[in-house]
């Protein structure tokens, strides 16, 4: 005691000798010392044998959240090696436990509802993004008759009907925008393409007079919502920052717009057999017999188009710059129409997609590499043990999937780092582990939305698995496939230092998009 009073007498003397701001730097310098030292014992002393082993950290509640968000596939990749399938790293104050491969998939995507669930996490940035009483604002029940009321629109007949749509909004993207007059030039790409297929899919999804709004208000309101997705808004949802006014706002005006819209197509005899998913829910009812009220045919129409948006946008912007590292591909891509639908290049219908294997791989390969979302989360409700381990996932634990690391693991998927759409060929040496053995079906379950794959246990998982997998699967492939088919009978592409490299990817958002300004050279084709 005598020795501590001898150290702490000329220090707090010393102290109290300090200007106001040198005693506040001092207090903060050892307030962390303090935290960190008591952190880092924390982690030394209390180690818990029953559950998975957690990430070295130095400072609290921050935990691993940088070197997590500066880049996840890589803290997945890096951990996984240190730790195994199965660890535990602090987001935010939260402790977060990743499973990794496809039994992790399985064991999270698949959970039964009564241990994860996806609205505690997800419902603070979609409600005030979508609004209220859809998806994540509404019992599983009713959210799984809403994804039934969405599906069943989206018909083989209802596909037939969009590939005309979507090529038509394409030409008449390309031949409009200012970026490609001419026969060459630069161009930054991820922009265009996010006009191109938020205008693809509001036509195909919503009508023709929702799609006539975009050039003018909604294109600009729909921005202002996206910045609702914001990772600070986990936390912050609820705060009078300025992109949470802009969001609240957009979100007002964009289901107004759709609202009276609804009104006016009610009275419209000429609006029968359309095949848009408004119609479809105008004239739906969920299993009670209530009407679907049109607040709510609103707000699922802003959810469907920012889910799609995000991932297609995201996606056809990594297409062209993987086509344009490799011009090759993108002349195999010409030819391979030429071949199976003929030299004229006649307009695209629903049924010339199957005939083009290689324009399919194309969305394959890059959905493989760069999946638009890296993590899935899970809040756990109840205790879960992990199959074949000792470990129990406790209740105050978030679950994450990352199906990307299946995706990208040599164990299934030959030189994973490659972009090589020929692997999608059975006889090639790059085939995936799901494409060389032929499997059997996979099971199918119901969720109350029709059957879908169950999925989960495959490595590859762009759409995810599970009672929350994407609705849009199909129509994502038909929007993706035709925007590409339309723009390779158009141009020619390439890096504008002729090099074979790609951008990197901003991981800054929740959804994992290039790095910008992604610049290529295009070339218009003299046929076109």
Same mark, same amino acid.
């Given at each position: ?8 007498? =000329?220090?707090? /003397? ?35 044998? #029953? ?32 730790? +195994? ?19 992790? #998939?399985?064991?999270?995507? #698949? ?85 191109? /297929? ?31 997705? @914001? ?15 802009? $969001?609240? !706002? ?16 009610? +009275? ?53 710059? $993987? ?22 290049? =006649? ?47 406790? /209740?105050? !634990? ?23 759409? !020929? ?8 085939? =995936? ?30 759409? +995810?698995?599970? $009672? ?13 496939? /035709? ?20 951008? +990197? ?21 003299? @046929?076109?």
């Amino acid at each position: 005691m005598g020795f501590l009073q001898d150290i702490a007498g =000329p220090l707090s /003397t010393q102290f109290a000798h300090l200007g106001l701001a040198s005693q506040i730097g001092v207090s903060v310098a050892a307030f962390l010392f303090v935290a960190v030292f008591l952190n880092v014992l924390s982690q030394i002393v209390n180690k818990k044998p #029953n559950e998975p082993p957690l990430v070295f950290h130095w400072f609290p509640i921050i935990g691993s959240t940088i070197t997590y968000g500066m880049d996840p596939p890589r803290f997945f990749k890096e951990n996984r090696a240190k730790y +195994g399938d199965c660890f535990t790293f602090v987001l935010l104050g939260k402790k977060t436990t990743v499973y990794c491969g496809t039994q992790g #998939n399985d064991f999270i995507l #698949n959970g039964k509802i009564r241990d994860v669930c996806a609205e505690e996490i997800y419902t603070v940035l979609t409600t005030p993004v979508f609004g209220k009483d859809v998806v994540y604002d509404c019992p599983n029940s009713k959210l799984m008759e809403q994804k039934k009321f969405m599906k069943i629109a989206l018909t083989t007949e209802a596909f037939r009907s969009y590939v005309p749509i979507i090529s038509d909004e394409v030409t008449s993207y390309f031949k409009k925008s200012a970026d490609f007059k001419g026969k060459s030039g630069i161009v930054d790409i991820p922009p265009k393409m996010a006009q191109i /297929t938020i205008f693809t899919a509001s036509h195909a999804l919503q009508g023709k007079e929702i799609r006539d709004k975009f050039d003018e208000s909604l294109a600009s309101l729909y921005h202002d919502l996206d910045m609702g997705f @914001s990772p600070i808004n986990f936390s912050f949802h609820w705060a009078p920052l300025p992109w949470n006014n802009r $969001r609240d !706002h957009a979100q007002r005006t964009v289901a107004k717009i759709y609202m009276d819209t609804i009104k006016s197509r009610r +009275g419209r005899e000429d609006e029968k057999g359309s095949q848009d998913i408004m119609w479809h829910l105008m004239n739906s009812e969920y299993k009670n017999g209530v009407k679907v009220p049109d607040h709510e045919i609103a707000h699922m129409m802003i959810a469907l188009l920012m889910a799609g948006q995000h991932s297609s946008s995201s996606t056809s912007s990594w297409i062209m710059l $993987r086509l344009a590292s490799r011009p090759d591909i993108m002349e195999e891509l010409y030819q391979e129409q030429v071949k199976y639908l003929g030299a004229d290049l =006649p307009p695209l219908k629903y049924e010339d997609l199957a005939k083009l294997p290689l324009n399919q791989a194309i969305v394959k390969e890059t959905l493989r590499l760069h999946a638009p979302i890296h993590s899935i989360m899970r809040a756990v409700k109840s205790p879960m043990p992990v199959p074949g381990t000792k470990y129990v996932i406790p /209740t105050n !634990h978030v679950l994450l999937a990352a199906p990307g690391v299946s995706a990208s693991d040599p164990q299934y998927f030959p030189q994973p780092d490659l972009w090589e759409p !020929h692997r999608w060929e059975k006889d090639s040496p790059l085939a =995936p582990s799901i494409v060389r053995n032929e499997q059997e079906e996979e099971e199918k379950i119901d969720y109350g939305y029709g059957l879908v794959s169950k999925g989960a246990g495959s490595p590859y998982l762009p759409f +995810g698995a599970g $009672r929350h997998r994407c609705i849009g699967e199909q129509f994502a492939n038909v929007q993706l496939q /035709t925007i590409v088919a339309e723009t390779v009978r158009l141009f020619k592409f390439r890096n504008v230092d002729g090099s074979n490299d790609v951008i +990197g990817t901003d991981y800054a958002s929740l959804f994992s998009r290039p790095l910008e300004p992604a610049k290529i050279y295009w070339e218009r084709r003299e @046929s076109a």
